[in-house]
C-alpha cells in the first residue's frame, strides 16, 4: 500500500474522505475490536451477468454431461443448459440450486478446493473477456489494504458458498480461509481404512447466508462484533446496520453499481428479499456512506479499466 496515499484509485469526494476519517479514527478503537467484514458479490469482485460461482457450477455440469449425457435429461439441467428461462422459472430456483449442488455430493473438501482454482485458472468473465480473478474491484483492493494498515482483521461474509470462495480468498484478498463466513453445505464423515474421509453432501447447513442470517452467522464463525461492513444489497443491510451500531467510530459502506460503460449499472438486490425501497435510499436514509463506481473510482479492475 502507498503510505502517501492508501486509495490511490479513489477519486476526490465525500465517499473516500469518509474512508480516509474513519481509517484516521481507527486509533480511538481498541484493537480487538477492529474488525471489518464485507460481503463478496457485488463488493468485491462482479456478479453480473451472473453470480462467480454459478458460472462454475455451469461449467461443472457441462463436463459433467460431457462424460455422462444421461444428465442432460435431468429436467433441472436440461433447464439450465437450455438457456430456458422459463423453464427455469417454472422448476424455481431452490430446485435449481439444489440440484447444482448435487454435483458434488462424495467429493471430498480438498478436490473441491482443486477444481475451484483451476476454474479460476483458466476460465474468463463471459462478457469482460478477462480471467475471473481480474474480475475484483481494485478500489477495494486497497481499502482492504488501507484497513490492514491500521491493524483491522478483515473477513469475508457472503451469500456464496463458503467453501468456494475459501478455495480462491488468501489469493484473492489475502483472507485466510477461516475469515471466510458463507452458505455452508454439510459433510458426512465415513472411517476409510480407520481414517475418517470428509465428503461433500447435497445439504445446506442451517441456511442461506444472507439478510438477518449473516448477522448470526459471523457471530457464530468469528465471536466478534464488527465496526466496519461494506456491501452492495439488502442482503447486506442488517450486516451493516449491525457494524453501524457498535459504540466508537463505525462505518458502513454501500459500494453503487452506476457504471454502465466500465462494468454495470444496476440496482442491487438480494434474491432472497421481496421488494423493498432502493438500497441506495436506505443508506442515505440510515447514515451509510455511498460509493458510487462512476464518480468515486478512477478505475474499477486491477487491468487498469
Keep these: 500500500m502507498n503510505a502517501n496515499d492508501p486509495l490511490p484509485s479513489w477519486r476526490p469526494g465525500p465517499a473516500r474522505e469518509a474512508v480516509l476519517a474513519f481509517l484516521d479514527a481507527a486509533e480511538q478503537i481498541p484493537l480487538d475490536e477492529r474488525v471489518a467484514v464485507l460481503d463478496n458479490d457485488g463488493t ?5 451477468p451472473r453470480y462467480t460461482q454459478l ?9 459433467a454431461v460431457s462424460r455422462r449425457p444421461e444428465l442432460g435429461d435431468v429436467p433441472e439441467y436440461q433447464a439450465v443448459l437450455s438457456g430456458n428461462a422459463d423453464a427455469v422459472a417454472e422448476l424455481g430456483l431452490e430446485r435449481i440450486a439444489i440440484a447444482l449442488v448435487d454435483l458434488f455430493t462424495g467429493l471430498g473438501p480438498e478436490e473441491f478446493d482443486a477444481r475451484v482454482r483451476q476454474f479460476f485458472a483458466t476460465a474468463h468473465h463471459p462478457e469482460l473477456d478477462v480471467p475471473y480473478g481480474q474480475t475484483i474491484y481494485q478500489p477495494m483492493l486497497e481499502l482492504l489494504d488501507a484497513l490492514r494498515s491500521v491493524q483491522f482483521g478483515v473477513y469475508l461474509v457472503t451469500g456464496g458458498g463458503t467453501e468456494f470462495v475459501r478455495a480462491v480468498s488468501r489469493q ?7 475469515g471466510v463466513v458463507g452458505s455452508l453445505v454439510t459433510y458426512e464423515v465415513a472411517l476409510v481404512d480407520d481414517r475418517p474421509r470428509l465428503t ?3 445439504t445446506l447447513w442451517g441456511q442461506v447466508n444472507d439478510g438477518a442470517a449473516k448477522v448470526a452467522n459471523m457471530q457464530m464463525a468469528l465471536g466478534r462484533r464488527p465496526v466496519f461492513a461494506a456491501g452492495n444489497s439488502h442482503g447486506d443491510a442488517m450486516m451493516l446496520a449491525y457494524a453501524i451500531a457498535a459504540e466508537g467510530p463505525t462505518m458502513a ?3 453503487d453499481h452506476d457504471d454502465s460503460d466500465r462494468e454495470y449499472s444496476y440496482q442491487s438486490v438480494a434474491d432472497t428479499f421481496g421488494p423493498v425501497e432502493p438500497i441506495t435510499t436506505a443508506a442515505e436514509r440510515l447514515g451509510w456512506t455511498t460509493v458510487s463506481m462512476r464518480n468515486d473510482w478512477s478505475l474499477i479492475f486491477p487491468t487498469g479499466r
Excluded at 458460472?55 to 457441462?62: I, N, P, S, T
Excluded at 484473492?172 to 477461516?178: F, S, W
Aim: contains cysteine.
Design 55 to 63: 458460472d462454475f457450477f455451469l461449467a461443472e455440469l457441462a463436463e
Design 253 to 255: 459502506l454501500l459500494v
Design 200 to 202: 461433500r453432501s447435497n
Design 44 to 48: 468485491l469482485w462482479c456478479e453480473r
Design 172 to 178: 484473492l484478498y489475502g483472507v485466510e480461509p477461516d
